[in-house]
């Protein structure tokens, strides 16, 4: 209901101008607002004042004060802003990380407007077809559009995510640090979608929540990684499942104590060839005279390729040549002829077929599911040192794995990855490996769920294969694992580098269900490994094979 007409409360403003009364009254102080009228004239005034603002603003622009266009204009401005602040108070959470994450996803999709109607609004589908109209390069910008959608919805929680994300536990108690012996860590990756629990932790605040202050140190090289660590320059590693054991038994650098503290991911690997070798690749036999890149010597790439590539009859150190690349130059020496191929982790197999560089031969899944491949690690003398602060951050990347595991999560945890400052790559390039649809350069479209996956459990029967291939191929040419891993025992090496117990401790402290078991039988994709023979394992492999 309006108090009165435009023209009564303009007589009321007027009541209170000096232009009328006695000169006496403009002497009067009014005790309300302090001006030179009577109080009694100011509270009668307020009393005749509509009491409701949307009156109040309704008289005031039938007085000519306020403009409807200025209104509009105000309006306008103050809805966008009110969204803003409020999608950003629900989505970041008081995160200024992951709002920074919020606005640069925002700013993808052309802005606030259009990004809440890619995740959220009725226009999503225009925005779209819109997309697919205006773009140059359509389908990656579709693409592009669709991950903005998609990430907007899984950090607003409207996607069904099924994991926890810290970030979310606003109401949480502060965590008690008092018992770590730093909380100010530095752990260095290689940048590569292997790395995902230990990247993520990060901008997702898994090292917040538990009472760190963690960043994440790009690293150019496994050379670069091992030789740090040895140095002691960081705290913590990301590792390749058989470094902590190659250091440790000082097979390609000097003896240096490394625990394998929980698992990063599993399969996530490819066999990537050039594009010039297309249509004459149909199995193992058909590469012998290639040159194959692999990121480093100990490692599950290499470990894999000759598994696979001896099936064939290849011999890999007489019939091909397998060199170290590091992952980020792998694409440029591909193109450049140096490589013919590699064994690779992700994202640059799906990097080479966005580049149309070449084609995905084999997921290594296919060779091995669940195969482990890079590790959370640390120095025997770090953690020593750092009992409680190493608990802690074992237990803050086994939580992020298990959040990595939940495919509801992956489109989140691509958009928090790709950015500059950690694996800088597309975010399509990202999403597609850690979704599992992607197209594999041969024009198919594949959908492969668990091309990666994620879990933090270390099976000494993981231990025990790596060992019995560093024996098989004796990659020093010297002989030294052949004699140090079966002296000591295959389960001694095992038991004393992976940190099995530990992690399914932390794993059940945290609600998830690790295995009982420290082995068992795995299945590979030629054979079937018993952890509890792998002598006879890898004679049974030489006999087969030749090699």
Known sequence: MVFGSATQTARRWNNLNCDRGELSDLELACIICGGTHSTMDHWEFMQTMPKDPLDMVDDLVKMGLYKQNQIRAAEGVNAHELRKALFLKRVGRGDPRRERLILGLCEQAGGLDNALAAAFGPQAELFFNDSIRNSGATRREFMRNMAVGAALVTLAGCGGGGGTDPAAEDDA????????????????????????????????GFYEKHGLNATVVKMPSWGAVRDSAIAGELDAYHMLAPMPIAMTLGLGSASFGVKLASIENINGQAITVAN????????????????????????????????YLATGGIDPDVDVQIRPVPPPDSIAQMVAGDIDAYL???PFNQRAVYEEVGFIHMITKDLWPGHPCCAFAASDEWIDANPNTFRALNKAIVEATGYASDPAN??????????????????????????GNYDDGNGNTMSVPDRIDFDPYPWQSFANWISS????WDLQGDGVAGQVIPEQGYDTVGQEIFLTDLARELAEELGQAPPAEIYRTEELAFDTF???DPASYVQQQIDEYGV
């Open 173 to 204: 108690e502060p965590v008690d640090t008092s018992g770590l012996e730093k909380t100010d860590l530095q752990i260095g990756f290689i940048p590569i979608t292997c790395a995902s629990p230990i990247i993520m932790s990060e901008p997702l």
């Open 530 to 532: 018993d952890p509890a």
């Open 344 to 346: 690779m982790p992700d």
């Open 410 to 435: 992956r489109v989140e945890i691509a958009a928090a990855i790709s950015e500059r400052a950690f694996l800088n790559q597309p975010t399509e390039v990202v999403e597609a490996v850690l979704t």
């Open 276 to 307: 010039r070798h297309r249509g004459n690749i149909n199995g193992p036999a058909d590469f012998r005279g290639f040159t194959f890149g692999v990121p480093f010597p100990y490692s599950m790439h290499n470990l894999l390729l000759r598994y």
């Open 469 to 472: 291939q560093l024996v098989r």
